[in-house]
């Protein structure tokens, strides 16, 4: 066993709260851009418009992670 674990020194709210932020931002990256892509899908029918804009809300998404992550720890905090 590592004396030197950097897990051992994890306190258990730390670990609590980033499931949660983690549940959470998975949640925000997935979930608003496939509803998104159905909406456009089932009401055009066109995958070709549809596709493209669920992937760019994804990706758009992707790129403020931080921003989303920093503002979802603040929520979790004590």
Request: hydrophobic share 55%; charged share 10%; proline share 6%.
């Amino acid at each position: 066993m590592y004396v030197n674990n950097p897990l051992n020194n994890l306190a258990p709210d730390f670990m609590v709260k980033s499931a949660w932020v983690s549940t959470a931002l998975a949640l925000i990256l997935t979930l608003p851009p496939m509803g998104l892509f159905i909406a456009i899908f089932e009401a055009t029918g066109n995958l070709f418009v549809s596709i493209p804009v669920g992937f760019g809300l994804h990706f758009l998404l992707i790129f403020l992670s931080t921003k989303i992550s920093s503002a979802l720890s603040t929520l979790f905090e004590d």
